[in-house]
C-alpha cells in the first residue's frame, strides 16, 4: 500500500509555490525593531576594590510614545557559579536633560520605572549603574550579566526582547 504522504507534499509545495508567485505569501519586514537596548562600560576591566560604570540605554523605534518599562539586569550563570566573587550595585543614574537623577523604582536590579516616563517616538532614555567590586573579591574572572525587558506604548501594543547579553566587565587582579 502507497503512502498518500508524498502526495500530500507535493500539494503543499505547489500551493506555496502560487502563494509566493502572487504576492500572497508572508513577506520579510523592514520595520526596525520597535525598541533597541544597547549597553556600554565605561571600562572594560577594574580591581578589588574597583567601580564599573554600566549604561543601558532604551531607544524607542516605534511611532508612538513608550508609556510603560519594566526591565532586570541578573548574573549570567558562570558568575553565579564563582562563590569567591564579591560584587553589588551601589548607585543608579537616569540620564536627563538637566544631568543625572537618581532612579526610581525598585532598585538597580528591578528596573521598572527607572526610564523616566513616556519615552517618545525617535528618543532614548539611558540608566547607568554603578557596579562596585568588594575589596576582598577574587579575581581572574568576567563579571557577566543579561537583562530582559519589556515595553509598551500608546497605541497599546507591546514588545519584549531578551534576554539581552550585556558585554561582559573582566575583573583583574593587580
Known amino acids: 500500500m502507497r503512502s498518500p504522504l508524498p502526495r500530500r507534499l507535493g500539494l503543499t509545495a505547489v ?5 509566493a508567485v502572487f504576492g500572497l505569501a508572508p513577506s520579510a519586514s523592514a520595520d526596525p525593531a520597535p525598541t533597541t537596548l544597547t549597553f556600554a562600560a565605561d571600562s572594560a576591566t577594574t580591581t578589588p576594590g574597583g ?4 549604561s543601558m540605554t532604551l531607544t524607542n523605534n516605534k511611532t508612538y510614545d513608550v508609556w510603560f518599562v519594566y526591565q532586570t539586569i541578573d548574573p549570567t550563570w558562570l558568575t553565579t557559579q564563582r562563590p569567591d566573587l564579591k560584587y553589588s550595585f551601589t548607585g543608579c543614574s537616569l540620564a536627563t536633560a538637566a544631568g543625572g537623577t537618581p532612579c526610581s523604582g525598585t532598585g538597580p536590579n528591578n528596573l521598572g520605572a527607572n526610564y523616566g516616563a513616556t ?3 525617535g528618543q532614548s532614555r539611558t540608566v547607568t549603574l554603578t557596579l562596585q567590586v568588594a575589596a576582598d573579591s577574587g579575581c ?3 563579571i ?3 537583562s530582559y525587558y519589556y515595553a509598551e506604548f500608546s497605541d497599546t501594543s507591546n514588545t519584549n ?3 539581552v547579553y550585556t558585554p561582559e566587565t573582566r ?3 593587580a
Open 161 to 163: 526582547g531578551g534576554p
Open 140 to 142: 581572574n574572572g568576567n
Open 51 to 54: 567601580t564599573v560604570k554600566l
Open 171 to 173: 575583573v583583574l587582579c
Open 119 to 121: 519615552i517618545p517616538p
Open 144 to 146: 557577566g550579566f543579561y
Open 15 to 19: 500551493l506555496a509555490f502560487l502563494l
